[in-house]
């Protein structure tokens, strides 16, 4: 029979294991939730008594304020947070491998063998154990594998995939209300008894027609599979943003008519300057490798042209800046309004605004960086990422960080808009133009700006998708 849950630890207290296992422990008080990580930092974060916690995300700090040191824990003692509970998510990073096979596309899973590998060495009971990380196909039988291998009499492992589909920036309300979640287990008696248990838990605020049970290898692509899609719906709208400037039609428009059949939808059809964020192309490469390892090259190429579609976007946009400031911004202020990947969140991994900056530096343009979240030391260690053999004193006399997009544009020649933060929808424009050089270029990588309003008061703009 299923088993009642009443301790969880999550493995990692990272974008994932932050957020859902907080509101698990805020939505199921009969449950102590431990959130364990390895890094000190960001578990003192967690903890810290004014609620600076590691990562930005809107509701967070309020759930963490009312189930925090109730049902709630933060700690770096990993082997304690194992033993004691009966449910373990499996949260840490599947970042893409660096080195070694497969490397550019394949997932490291280093972080998450070390992690099973712990469970098996430290349990001294009977655990479902379930896989959170986004991790390739069959992953859940290679951590049964080293599980069975390594466990003591009288422990018994059961493993369940249960992939996590919030995005940032709305994790809270994506969690309160997901559209499904999906568990992906053996289909064995055993193992619909601990999708049993894990449904248990959800269903505490979850529908129980949106709790999807599948087997495991269904679960697993499922999640790069949707990632895939979503990413596939911006590559295909990016695509049509660049006949729409070629042709002088208007994304908006044709995304619009587009979207109102019923069987499109009109939801995620936003052309923009690229995709970003840790997941997107990490998992499209992983899904190429799979189709690789597979061998099925026609479907690896068929996904490979999402991620060249979002390279050729934003390289698209930095050269039509170029392009449009008389071929050349050497010495000129470039005015970037937005670092993060996307508004309300300070998560910068992927985003489209470094590699414009990147460009940018490329062609010994200055840069004004501003936005509303991200932390100063993020911006400069994705720089000095980004941009090779360049210590960061060198990239600082080409690149400041600014206190507000107001400062960052003054003087500046061009404003680029690379993130929808709600603010910038507020500028005060005719004090912007005031301030910068003349003529006045504004490049709208985000469909935020009211083009018409602009040029009245003197500014040239160019946004994507939209032909002059
Ligand atoms: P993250 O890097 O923010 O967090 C992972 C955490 O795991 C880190 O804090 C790290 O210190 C910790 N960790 C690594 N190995 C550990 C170990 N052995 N013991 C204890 N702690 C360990 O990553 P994330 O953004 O939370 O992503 C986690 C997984 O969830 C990834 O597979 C990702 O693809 C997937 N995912 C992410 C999102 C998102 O929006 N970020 C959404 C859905 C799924
Ligand atoms: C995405 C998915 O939406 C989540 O379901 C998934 O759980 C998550 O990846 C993951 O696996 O990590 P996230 O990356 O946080 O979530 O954010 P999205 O809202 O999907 O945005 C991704 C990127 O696409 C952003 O750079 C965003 O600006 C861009 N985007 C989004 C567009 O350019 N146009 C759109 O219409 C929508």
């Known amino acids: 029979a299923p088993v009642k849950v009443t301790k969880i630890c999550c493995i990692g207290a990272g974008y994932v294991g932050g957020p859902t296992c907080a509101v698990i422990a805020l939505k199921c008080p009969h449950i102590t939730v431990t959130i364990v990580d390895l890094n000190q930092a960001r578990v003192d974060a967690w903890n810290s008594p004014d609620f600076k916690l590691p990562i930005y995300e809107p509701g967070l700090d309020d759930v963490v304020r009312q189930a925090r040191g109730r049902n ?42 070390l992690a099973t590998r712990r469970i098996a060495h430290v349990s001294e009971s009977s655990k479902i154990v379930v896989e959170k990380s986004t991790v390739p196909c069959r992953t859940a039988e290679s951590m049964r594998t080293i599980l069975e291998a390594n466990s003591k009499p009288n422990c018994r492992f059961d493993i369940l995939s249960n992939p996590e589909f919030l ?122 490798y799979l189709s690789e390892s597979l061998h099925l090259p026609e479907v690896a190429a068929y996904w490979r042209q999402v991620v060249e579609m979002n390279e050729y976007q934003k390289k698209r946009f930095s050269k039509n800046v170029v392009d449009t400031l008389f071929n050349t911004i050497t010495g000129k202020r470039i005015a970037v309004l937005g670092f993060a990947f996307k508004a309300d969140t300070g998560d910068t991994r992927e985003s489209a605004a470094i590699t414009l900056i990147k ?83 504004v490049f709208d990588g985000r469909l935020i700006i009211d083009a018409e309003k602009l040029r009245k008061i003197g500014f040239k703009v160019k946004t994507i998708g939209r032909g002059e």
Not at 90 to 105: C, D, E, L, M, Y
């Open 72 to 113: 709630l824990f933060f700690s770096t003692d990993v082997d304690k947070g194992i033993k004691e509970a009966d449910l373990i998510f499996v949260s840490v990073n599947t970042p893409t491998k660096k080195s070694g096979v497969g490397a550019g596309f394949a997932a490291d899973l280093n972080y998450v063998e």
């Open 167 to 288: 995005a940032e920036g709305t994790a809270i309300s994506d969690l309160f209300g997901p559209d499904r979640v999906l568990i992906g287990s053996l289909q064995t008696p055993e193992g619909k008894d601990a999708c049993a248990s894990l449904a248990g838990v959800y269903s505490n605020w979850v529908p129980t027609n949106r709790i999807l049970s599948v087997g495991l290898w269904s679960s697993e692509l499922s999640k790069l599979a949707a990632n895939a899609m979503l990413a596939q719906r911006i590559s295909s709208v990016n695509a049509l943003s660049a006949i729409c400037e070629a042709t002088g039609a208007n994304i908006d428009e044709v995304a619009h008519a587009v979207g109102y059949d019923s069987r499109v939808g009109n939801k995620f059809l936003r052309a923009s300057v690229g995709f970003g964020g840790s997941c997107f192309q990490k998992d499209i490469l992983n899904l190429v």
């Open 359 to 441: 460009d940018f530096q490329a062609e010994r343009a200055l840069v004004n960086i501003y936005d509303p979240q991200v932390e100063h030391n993020q911006i400069w260690a994705d720089l000095t990422e980004a941009i090779p053999n360049t210590p960061l004193e060198n990239i600082k006399k080409q690149v400041t960080i600014s206190a507000s997009a107001l400062e960052a544009c003054k003087g500046a020649e061009a404003v680029v808009i690379a993130t929808e933060w709600k603010e910038f929808r507020d500028i005060d424009w005719a004090l912007v133009y005031e301030g910068m050089n003349k003529p006045a270029f």
